[in-house]
């Protein structure tokens, strides 16, 4: 079975890595746009050999659109075009209401499933990938009706070969939940890391200082704005309102500081320690 | 020589672990009370021995505070005057401002060394200490001139027994740096653990979606409140400044995600990203 991956990055070339552990037999064809890219992926063996994305896409069994959120708006149509008439596409997009619905009307929008890997890091390239990436981790199919059955199953399958854990959701479901348990915690992120930089000119300071747990809180300000920006854009409706609950909590907190009032924080705090149990089980 | 560590928790109990790795012979006296710690402390071999805190102090060439910063509050110049004149005193506390104040007229003063370890973990009693904690990690050193030689000097050479980096401050330039890299990390990430739980009702949703950054950034939500919520009090005058900055932060962030200013965004995470070269050489 021939499949394609276009993007040959963190998260493609893991999708390609942890099924090329196992004992089935892919060949795996890489698209990438970016010539260096697609070389860097061929030597580490993410791929098989690299194509042009036609080319790739025709001769592919499976084709995984594995690019930026707004890279995958402006592919979606046009590789689904293309796209044999036994074969399947699949996106590993951040966001899942804004694509589904560039999809809607194409002709072979059933041989779509709309998919998301919940797994990442800071870093991004083909020199990130790792095989160990997604095992073990939740990949969510979007609208799964709207998909034909046989296209469904084969992924399913694929994901099952990689021990991934499915769960399903419609689209809207989707980005709601992801604006507050991600994309929230990447912008809460972003901005600590720039309040803590225009304030801290000494980057001794920071450097020293940060083993008091602002480089955990911070790690998420290290992730590619390529990738970031345009979830932040597709999903902004949903973003918008975790910014606002998350600002009114910021503030609901200041002035138990400013008060003294630290009864409150403290119930605050012992409140949202809730997390750990319900967290309990996932490292780092 | 004598050493007596008062709170045997996290950081009290992993001062003496590591110095217990060394080739030097020190003897521990641990002080707690809470029975079930100094019990448990005794019982994983953090102290030698288990004293009431006056004998504990009297016994001690070196007395260490490891205790909330509200008790330390407490407890400072009742210990200091119970120090033996060739004795010295030292606390853990993250605020030192007023910790230095109000020991500012103790006529044993200068037997008091006001410090700071930069390290922690979201964990806190005895069994969460560890040998490796310390180690390799900054030390501040608050108003050193207010103290005698003798009292610096010990506990300097103790500290680089232990591998530690030295740093000298003033108490209130140590209040504020720490405001914006530690106490605003710890508000950032229990501000977004209760924003999150208050959203999503249903915890497995949280789990299976925490993969995607979500974990790392909430860690410190997993920190102790009988430990926070008086540091948050004594420094509330810097946190309070701080916190202004993050949220006017965050709403830059939300105006330009509002707007859809994709490149405004893009700008502001990519000057951001500049705390992966800052921080590099830091795990986690």
Partial sequence: ??????????????FALGLKQLPYHYHFIGVDNNPEHAAKALELGLVDEIS????GVKKADLTVLAVPVNALIAMLNPVLDMLPEKATLIDFGSTKELICGVVQNNPKRAQFVAVHPIAGTEN???????????????MIICDKEKSRPESVKLVEDIFRQLDMR?????????????????????????????????KEKDEENIFNMAGSGFSSTVRLAKSSPEMWAPIFTQNSRNISAALDSYIRKLQEFKNMIDNQDEAASFELMKKTNDIRRILSGIDQ
Same sequence: chains 1, 2.
């Fill in 166 to 198: 499915l769960s399903y959701m419609p689209a809207d479901s989707h980005d709601l939940h992801l604006a507050y348990v991600s994309h929230l915690s990447h912008i809460s992120s972003f901005a600590l890391g720039a309040t803590v930089l225009e």
């Fill in 52 to 55: 042009d994305l036609e080319a």
């Fill in 124 to 138: 991004s390239g083909p020199e990130a990938a790792f095989a160990g990436l997604l095992p073990r981790k939740i």
């Fill in 1 to 14: 079975m021939n499949i394609c991956i276009v993007g040959l990055g963190l998260l493609g070339g893991s």
